[in-house]
C-alpha cells in the first residue's frame, strides 16, 4: 500500500492517480443489459424465463421462479435459534434506528383564511433486489425491506439469485419471513431488475427498485430510471481511516482489509499525520494480510486503488478538505481530534467514532443502514431510509377572500414570463 506524503495544498492531483471512482457511462455490458430490458418489456414471461435459463437456472413456467410459502417456512424452520435471535435482534435495532427517519403530513394557515401543507405518502409497491447465488447477505434484506415496512409501503417484491440448482439460502428467505415478505422470485440480474420495472403477464410492476447488485444490476436500474425509482447506482465499497500517532495500528488494518476484500474495484484509505503510524499501518497490514482468503482480490485493491496519505502533524483543515473531496462510502474516525474533525467534514456515507466504532457493525445490525453513496456520491446523496420509501405532495388551499392579490400578483407574473394563458387562468378569477 503506497505511503503519498502531501502538504496542505496541491493534493487533488495526487488523489486522481488512485482509482477511487467506477464510472457507469459507456460501459461495455450497457449494451448487452438494453438488449435484455427491452426484450423482457415487449416479451414479458417468455422472455425473463429465457434469461433466467439462460444466466440462472432451468426454468421453463413462472411458476418455477415462484417462492412458495412452504419454502419459506421450510427454510425459516431450518436455521438454528442462535441464528434466528441475532437476526430479530439485528431486526429490532434497525427497525428502532429507522423510525427515527419518519416524514410527517402538515398544515399551516397562511394569509387570512388560507391554509398549505404537505402530504407524505408511503409508495405503493416496492421492488427489492437481495444479492445471492453463491452469495448470502440476510442483512441486505434486513436493510432494505425494514426502512420501507417501517414508512408504510404495502406491497414489497423480494428478488434473490438462486444456485443452480434454484436454491436459495435459508438465511435470506427466514429474514424475509421474520419481516413479513411473501411475494418472492427465486431470479437476479438485469432480467430481474426489467421484470420488477416493466412487469410481466404475472408480475405487476413495481413504482421503486432498492437494493445492491453487480454491474449488470446497477446499469440496469440505470436503465430503468424514469420508469421507476431507484435508491442510487451502487458501486464498489469504499473506506477512509482518519489517524493520529496513537491509534491502534491493528484495528486500522482490520478495517481497511473488511472493506478491501468485497471486490477487486473496492478502495481503502488512511489519512494520518503520523509517519510513524503510516509504517505501522503497513506492516500490520502484511500480518493479518498472510492469514485471510481471498488474497488476489486484497492484493489488487491495495496496489490500484488504496493510499496512504500523510498529512502535517495536526493540520485537521488539510485531514477534512482531503476527506470531503474523497467523499467515502464509509469513513471512521480514530484521531484524538475526532470531535472536531466531524464538524469539518460534510462528504461522507457513515461515520465512525473512536476506535471501538467499527465499520462492521454498521454492516449489520446495529441499526444504521448499510446501503450508502459509493464512488464520491456522499457529495450529494445518502444512506438509504425510511424517507427514501415515502414520497411528498404539496396542498394548497385558497379561498376566495385570499384569492384578489395573489390573483393579481400571479397575473403579472405569468405576464413577465410571456405566457397568456396563465395569466387568463389567474385574471379569469378577479
Known sequence: MRVIT???SG???KIKSIHLRTSF???PEADTVREIIKDIKNNGNRALLEYISKYEYPASLFSDIVVSSTEVD???ARVDDEHLAILQKAINNVRTYHEKFLLKSWSAPV????????KATPIRRVGVYVPGGTAVYPSTVLMNVIPANVAGVKEIVLVTPSNKEGKINDMILAAAKELGVTEIYRMGGAQAIGALAFGTQDLDPVDLIVGPGNIYVTLAKKEVYGVVGIDKLAGPSDICVIADNLSNPKYIAADLLAQAEHDNLASAILITDSLEQARQVQK????QFSKLDRKEILKQVFENNSAIFVVPENDLETISRLTNLIAPEHLEIFHGNYKELVQKINNAGAIFLGEYSAEVLGDYGLGPNHVLPTGGTARFSSPLSAVDFMKTSSIINITKKDYHELGSDTAKFAD?????AHANAARIRL
Open 6 to 8: 502531501i502538504s496542505s
Open 11 to 13: 493534493y487533488e492531483e
Open 25 to 27: 457511462i459507456n460501459r
Open 74 to 76: 421450510l427454510a425459516h
Open 111 to 118: 394569509f387570512q383564511n388560507s391554509s398549505y401543507g404537505m
Open 284 to 287: 500490520e497490514l502484511e500480518i
Open 416 to 420: 413577465l414570463e410571456g405566457l397568456p
